[in-house]
C-alpha cells in the first residue's frame, strides 16, 4: 500500500476555484427532474432535488405529436424549475429532453412554448447519447470497476450500455418505456397475464438482436438505474430480500403476486410508491424480457442515472479512474483533514487485514477490506465540528453526506465503523446488514481499531511493518506479535493495547500482545 496515498493524489490535482452553483435537469417520458448542485473542494454537494410527474409520453399519439394538454403539463414544470434557477447563468445549467421530446414531431412548439417561461437552452439528445450519459452518471456515483451492463428503463425507452470503467463499448436505447407500454398493453391500467405477456414479448422482440453482442462482450456487474428498476428494488428489499437485489426469482414472485391483481388502482404492495403504480406492471415486463434475454442473474440498484451523467459533464475535473478517491480527496479538504495521519492508520488497517482470515463471508473479503481503508482515511472529518466526541460527529457526516462511489449498504458500514472505532462499544451497537455478516463487521471493527491505536502518536508514531496478527478460537481471541523491544520504545501504544484488551475482555473476546 502507497503510504502516501492520499497526500499525493491531491498534489496531483489542479488549485481548487472558488465554488460554482450548477444545475442538471432531465426532461422525461414520464417526470422532469432537476438536481441543484455545487461545485467545491473538487466534489459535488447536492443543494436540492425536484422531481414533478408530468405524462408526457401519455401525450404522444400514434402519429407522434404532443398534444397541447402535455405541452403545457411540461411547461407549468419548467416554469417551477426557473423560479429555483434565478440567478444561473446559461453555461452552468444543462437540460436533456430524451425519448419523448425526440419523437415528437411538433417538439418546436414544446420547444417555443417552453422559451416564454424557461430562459436556458433545452438540448434534445439522441438515444445513443442519452445511453452514454446515463452510464456516465452510473459510473460517476457507484463503486463498480471494470467492465458493466448498465440498464436504464425510463418512460419511453429503454437504455441497455456495457462498458470498461467510464468508457461505453457498446450503448443502445430502444422504444420501450413504462409509460408507452402502459398506455399500449394495459389501457385504462387492466392487468390480465395476457396483457403482460405480451408486454414482455414485445420487449424481447425489440431487444433479441442484441443478445449475442452483448453477450460475447461479457460484463463483470450488472447495474439497473431510474424509476422502473429503482422500484423493484425497494418492492424487493420490503417484502422479500433486504439486500433488494434484483434476481430472476425475485421478479418471477414479484410477477406472480402482481398478476393476481385485475387493475393498478388495486395495486397495493409494501415498497410500492403511489405515484409508480400506473407504471409498475409495465415496467416489470420490460425488466423481466432483459434478464432473459441477457441471461441476468442478478442487478443491483444505481442511484446514478442520466441527470447525473449531466451534471457531472459540467465539469471537466471529474472524471477520475477511483470514484472513492475523489470522495475523499473532495471531503479531505472540506472538512480539513490530516492527509498524512489518514494514510498512516489506512497503512495499518491494510497491514492488519491481509493478515487476517477468518472471514465469514470471504467473497465479500475484497468489497469489505475497501470499506476498512477507507473508514480509516476518513475517520476524523467529524474534527471539524469537535475533537470532543470525534467519532459521533464523524459518523454523522458519512452517514447523511453525498458519498459516490458508495452504495447505501456500504455507507452504512462505512459511518458504523467510523462511529465505534475510538472509546466502548457493545455488541448490540453492531446492527444486522443486509450484506455483510455481523462477525465480519465486528472483524472490520476491531482491525480498525487497532489501526488507529498504532498510531495515537500521529507524525511521531514509529512506522514498522514487523506486526503479525493471528486469530485464535473461532477468530474471538487475536494475537499481535510486534519486534523486539517495539512495545518497550513506545508506551503509549502498549498502553492503549491494554486499554483495548480490557474492553474486549467485557464482550468475551480477546486480545494478546507481545
Known sequence: MNNEYLLAAAEALAPRGEAREIAAIDLGSNSFHMIVARIINGSIQVLSRLKQKVKLAEGLDEHHVLSQEAISRGVACLALFAERLQGFSP??????????LRRAVNND????????VFPYPINIISGQTEAKTIYAGVCHTQPEKGRKLVVDIGGGSTEMIIGDDFTPLAAESRHMGCVSFAKKFFPQGIISPEAFAKARQNAIDKIEDLAWEYRNLGWQSVLGSSGTIKTVHQVIAATIEPNGIITPEHLNDLIERTLKIDHFDKLNITGLNSERVDVFVPGLAILSAVFEVFGLTQMRYSDGALREGVIYSLEKNFQVADIRTRTALGLAEQFNLDLAQADRVA??????????EGWQNPQ???????ILLWAARLHEVGIVINHRGLQKHSAYILQNIELPGFDREQQRLLALLVRLHIGGFRLDDLFAFARYHKADVLALLRLLRLAVIL????QATESTQAISLTAL???ADWRLDFAKDYLNNNPLIWNE????SNQLKDLSLGLIFN
Open 364 to 370: 465479500l473479503q475484497d468489497e469489505m477490506r475497501n
Open 91 to 100: 453555461e452552468d445549467v444543462q437540460v436533456v429532453g430524451t425519448y419523448t
Open 109 to 116: 412548439e414544446f420547444l417555443r412554448q417552453a422559451q416564454k
Open 347 to 356: 497503512a495499518s488497517a491494510s497491514l492488519l487485514a491481509e493478515q487476517y
Open 473 to 475: 478460537r473461532n477468530s
Open 455 to 458: 498510531n495515537k502518536s500521529r
Open 497 to 500: 493495547l491494554r486499554q483495548e
